[in-house]
């Protein structure tokens, strides 16, 4: 379904994204604390009630006595689109694994077409959570890959798809698990490499066999498929619409191909060590607005999510 735009423009283009203030994350399904006359203001409930970091949350708004024309969902310092759902409208937000504990405010600003604005925020409280840590030693040569700009391309070629916002919502339900297997390294885990802390890992590794096949954990659209990375080696990240979308990194061979509508469950390659892998594992990473938030949350998914 359609989202309202950030800027006030016809009703035909209803997504928006919108630069902002600090605003954030979750506790509950809370009513929101409204400004001005109660009566005429959008009412935001968010969901789930306990967000930790990693984590994401669910805002929705009902917009009251206001016919909104553009809208715009302020959180931690960015803007979210507000996406069309039955009585109101969603924005669908992450919390970063480093994002600051505390309370914080959600605000939703909705404008009708005369340019009137409505206001409403949401006080809530981000909760810390422990990662662990990851030791790993790599030969100069292996770490030059981090800083060879060829491979600095790779990562801002996958950002860019997982960046794309698509208005429907392709999931339906909660994800599966793309491959059976062990997870080894956590989403989270801050990586020390040769006793230096490098970065945190932005998804899950899951140790599983060679030629093993990976599956599609929810409905969506192929949007990148790379066979010859030398960092992330064959490469498919997949849009589940509304800004949420997948990545597979490693794989041995791809099954699917850049436009390709793929349902849950659907093979889409198989399990390697292709890029820089000291063995055959899938990286699965999930990402909302470019953003990577733990794969178990939506494994676990939430019903007002579904």
């Known amino acids: 379904m359609p989202a309202l735009s950030g800027a006030r423009k016809p009703r035909r283009r209803r997504r928006f994204v919108d630069r902002m203030m600090t605003a954030a994350i979750a ?69 970063p694994p480093d994002a600051p504990t505390g309370m914080r405010f959600v605000v939703v600003i909705l404008t009708d077409e005369a340019g009137e604005t409505r206001q409403t925020e949401l006080p809530l409280t981000i909760v810390k959570r422990q990662f662990g840590v990851q030791k790993l030693r790599m030969t100069q040569k292996s770490t030059r890959l981090y800083t060879d700009p060829a491979i600095a391309q790779e990562g801002k070629t996958i950002h860019a798809a997982l960046t794309q916002i698509s208005d429907e919502q392709l ?4 994800f599966t698990w793309p491959v059976k297997g062990r997870v080894s390294t956590d989403f989270g ?82 399990v390697g060590s292709t890029g820089a892998a000291t063995g055959p594992h899938l990286h699965w990473g999930v990402y909302v607005a470019g953003q990577a938030v733990d794969p ?11």
Request: a positive charge; hydrophobic letters at 45%.
């Open 27 to 95: 506790v509950g399904m809370a009513a929101a604390r409204p400004s001005g006359a109660a009566a005429d203001l959008p009412l935001l409930d968010v969901a789930p009630k306990t967000v930790r970091q990693g984590d994401c949350m669910f805002a929705t708004v009902r917009p009251g006595a206001i016919a909104p024309a553009a809208g715009q969902c302020k959180w931690l310092g960015k803007s979210y689109a507000l996406f069309a759902v039955p009585n109101g409208y969603r924005a669908i937000l992450p919390v």
């Open 189 to 270: 885990a801050a990586r020390s490499i040769n006793g230096r802390i490098d970065y945190r890992h932005k998804g899950l590794d899951i140790a599983a066999p060679a030629g093993a096949p990976v599956y599609a954990p929810a409905g969506g659209i192929v949007k990148l498929v790379r066979q010859d990375y030398r960092l992330h080696g064959k490469t498919v990240v997949i849009d589940h619409g509304q800004g949420v979308g997948s990545l597979y990194l490693h794989l041995s061979e791809i099954a699917v191909k850049e436009g390709q509508s793929v349902a849950k469950g659907e093979v889409i390659g198989s």
């Open 296 to 306: 178990h949350f939506w494994i676990n998914l939430p019903a007002v999510g579904r």
């Open 171 to 174: 999931w339906h339900g909660a």
